[in-house]
């Protein structure tokens, strides 16, 4: 299935979810109207398939120089009807992604993981559940299922991006970003459909998006599961009375009290 026609499907991914966490009237806009991919996102997107399905990956490096200019306007069209726009990369992405892939590959760890998934394990698998409490219609998609004979076959692994891939900088991501969410759902979604294959550890393979590309691989500690399934129930539950309900609500219709942050107020008597 391509990324296309997974995002295409019916059912509830992380992605919708970091909507309705907002509320329920911010995700059915999203639904309704998706947005457009952030210059961020498409790196992403790109930097992923180079990685997980390079004999898929299309993207060529665009010519260097202005594209006002007679010799370099020649070459760019030259390469869009050899090899399509789409797939005409500037060169300081090109480069970027280059150098992210040759990163992540070098770390004999994140290799080994990724190795598994597309030698004998599964990369970009889209999953399709029912939960068994709210009947809610689900979706997500793993970017890596390493392979029974690997000695990372209890887990479930994704790749990201990201601006710091220390320890104190990317809990933040963690958090800011619902990774941990993001692992309580495919946990739940691939244990759901492969019972006989039950997986209980979720690694994230994050790679810095400039030089040196460092990489650094997390595994979510049970705190952070918990958490996440903590939110996927709760989230899972407003979406189905949304569902029932027919009401997809945004912040309450009545008046709220509302409290600065403590630090705004710190100078009060001073």
Known sequence: MTPEEYHASDGLSNSMMNKLLKSPAHMKYYMDNPDPSTPAQVLGTQAHTALLEPGSWKGVRGVEGDRRTKAVKEQHLQQVEEHGAENIIKPDAFDQIEGIVSSVLANPTAASIIRSAQDDGQIEDSLFWIDHRTHVECKARVDCVPGHSSMYST??????????????????????????????????????LNPED???????????????????????????????????ENLLE???????????????????????????????GQ
């Open 198 to 232: 039950e997986r209980s550890m979720f690694v994230i393979i994050a790679c810095e998006k400039s030089p040196p590309y460092a990489v650094a691989i997390y595994e979510l500690d049970w705190k952070a599961l918990e958490l996440g399934n903590y939110e996927v």
């Open 238 to 268: 407003l979406y189905a009375q949304c569902e029932n309900e027919g009401k997809w609500g945004a912040y309450p219709e009545t008046i709220q009290m509302l409290e600065l942050p403590a630090w705004a107020t710190a100078r009060i």
């Open 155 to 192: 887990c479930l692994a994704d790749f990201k991006t990201t601006v710091d891939a220390s320890p104190e900088s990317f809990a933040k991501s963690v958090l800011n970003f619902g990774y941990a969410r993001q692992a309580a759902h495919y946990l739940s979604g691939w244990n759901h």
